[in-house]
């Protein structure tokens, strides 16, 4: 089992930018695809960005392509999404999720067997 502690969030303006962090307990966090997910007020939760277990593969969503970068450091059980120009529809909470899941591209929430409590994102604008 995992734990995970996101940490980052806060309120930023429009073109803004941002770095969540994701810290896991455990010994085999290197074992785990990690994934970011968002709910904007009053919607479902939808997926942001994933990476693979070494880091070498990574992809997004098409609404953060190209701002967002997902990356993780395995020796700090630690993942993060830097986030750059930032839009007031990127208002969300802001959660990790880790997956022991076989296969590394996994985008829908069931695919992910753990989260963390989620951070609160605001960019006004």
């Known amino acids: 089992q995992v734990q995970l502690v996101e940490s980052g969030g806060g309120l930023v303006q429009a073109g803004g930018s941002l770095r969540l962090s994701c810290a896991a307990s455990?010994?085999?966090?290197?074992?785990?695809?990690m994934g970011w997910f968002r709910q904007p007020p009053g919607k479902e939760r939808e997926f942001v960005a994933g990476?693979?277990?070494?880091?070498?593969?990574?992809y997004y969503a098409d609404s953060v392509k190209g701002r967002f970068t997902i990356s993780r450091d395995n020796a700090k059980n630690t993942v993060y999404l830097q986030m750059n120009s930032l839009k007031p529809e990127d208002t969300a909470v802001y959660y990790c999720?880790?997956?022991?899941?076989?296969?590394?591209?996994?985008?829908?929430?069931?695919?992910?067997?753990?989260w963390g409590q989620g951070t609160q994102v605001t960019v006004s604008s």
């Open positions: 999720a880790a997956s022991r899941g076989s296969s590394w591209h996994l985008t829908s929430k069931t695919d992910y067997d753990y």
């Open positions: 990476i693979s277990w070494s880091g070498g593969g990574t």
């Open positions: 455990g010994r085999t966090f290197s074992s785990y695809v």
